[in-house]
């Protein structure tokens, strides 16, 4: 058996998955925005994960390096955070910022959300 990469995401475990569920959570849940990401939340039994990048945002490139930042931020926050549905989405205005700051709004953001179970780890 293959184990997996240790900075692996679990893709299978926490994505969010088809349209629908992210049709779903945009409906039913709550929405926290900020200056460059908006956070949107739906109470759930588990801990699922969805990032959302317009093409506005900029091209494949830049887009690519978005999710990978969101994807690493939240696998250090994941188990800090409380179970639900989350979808990250990016402003127009993330394409500009470097990673250390959206780290930072990211976990400005869910502790505006009260979404943790206990106090954020820093592992920087």
Do not use: W
Not at 22 to 40: A, F, N, T
Not at 61 to 74: A, C, G, I, P
Not at 113 to 124: T, V
Request: proline fraction near 5%; include cysteine; aromatic fraction near 12%.
């Amino acid at each position: 058996m293959i184990s997996a990469h240790p900075y692996s995401f679990c893709r299978k475990k926490y994505s969010l998955g088809k349209n629908r569920n992210y049709q779903h959570v945009y409906k039913k849940g709550k929405s926290y925005p900020s200056r460059d990401i908006v956070l949107i939340y739906l109470q759930s039994k588990d801990l699922k994960v969805g990032f959302s990048i317009s093409s506005k945002v900029g091209d494949a490139v830049t887009r690519n390096r978005l999710k990978r930042y969101f994807k690493e931020d939240f696998r250090r926050l994941k188990p800090d955070v409380t179970p639900g549905r989350y979808i990250f989405v990016a402003r127009t205005s993330a394409a500009q910022k470097r990673h250390p700051e959206l780290s930072c709004e990211m976990t400005k953001l869910l502790s505006k959300a009260k979404l943790y179970m206990k106090e954020p780890r820093n592992d920087a």
